[in-house]
């Protein structure tokens, strides 16, 4: 099947955020069977909780800690275009959730050199050079579904929703039997929840 004849499905992630991890590699299981073809843009933990006066001192440190990958992510696609976005949210989805290695430039680098990019872009982490560009993706995507939401964004047609949560990632007839069924309810006007407690922890597969 053509590109061309594929339905565009926009994805928004923050690359910090193992659960949006887990439904990415869902998406891209869901692209092998379905004729979708997953568009990248990148959100922010940080900037959906800003304003926040419940978070910790050690939560506030962890919030600018998760603001350093989306910046280099947004800083990818300005050099680029957005077709870079997703090998690079490859590359550090497997270090952050898979390799646990350190939110450090070093680690920042190694990213950006695995997917053919200029590992100069790692400075972008401690820059506010591109947060007007970052905040207008952001909020592109939170927009369409509300601020009670988390990430992953995606949106497919008029249709748009936060998740779904999955831990482990569903593969092969599952993956689709569960993109059948979100789309069949995210596309129901009035209908905004279904939610129960996760338990257990995401699990990268």
């Not at 990958?69 to 300005?78: K, L």
């Not at 949106?155 to 569903?170: D, E, I, K, M, R």
Request: charged content about 25%; some cysteine.
């Amino acid at each position: 099947m053509s590109q061309d004849a594929r339905i565009p499905v926009d994805f928004w992630f923050d690359p910090a955020c193992p659960w949006a991890w887990l439904t990415s590699r869902w998406i891209l299981e869901v692209a092998k069977l379905r004729p979708v073809e997953p568009r990248w843009h990148v959100m922010s933990l940080t900037m959906l909780n800003e304003g926040r006066a419940d978070l910790s001192e050690r939560q506030r440190k962890g919030q600018a800690m998760r603001l350093e990958a989306v910046r280099i992510c947004i800083a990818a696609e300005q050099k680029y275009g957005s077709q870079v976005l997703g090998g690079l949210y490859t590359e550090f989805g497997v270090r952050f959730h898979h390799e646990e290695a350190p939110r450090e430039r070093s680690t920042y680098e190694a990213a950006l050199v695995a997917a053919g990019l200029d590992p100069a872009l790692a400075g972008a982490a401690w820059s506010d050079e591109f947060d007007d560009a970052l905040r207008a993706s952001h909020k592109d995507g939170v927009d369409r579904v509300g601020t009670e939401v988390g990430t992953p964004i995606i949106a497919v047609g008029n249709a748009a929703f936060f998740g779904p949560v999955v831990s482990p990632t569903p593969h092969g007839e599952d993956a689709v039997r569960l993109w059948d069924g979100v789309l069949a309810v995210a596309g129901i006007d009035g209908f905004f929840e279904l939610k129960r407690s996760r338990t257990r922890p995401p699990i990268p597969t």
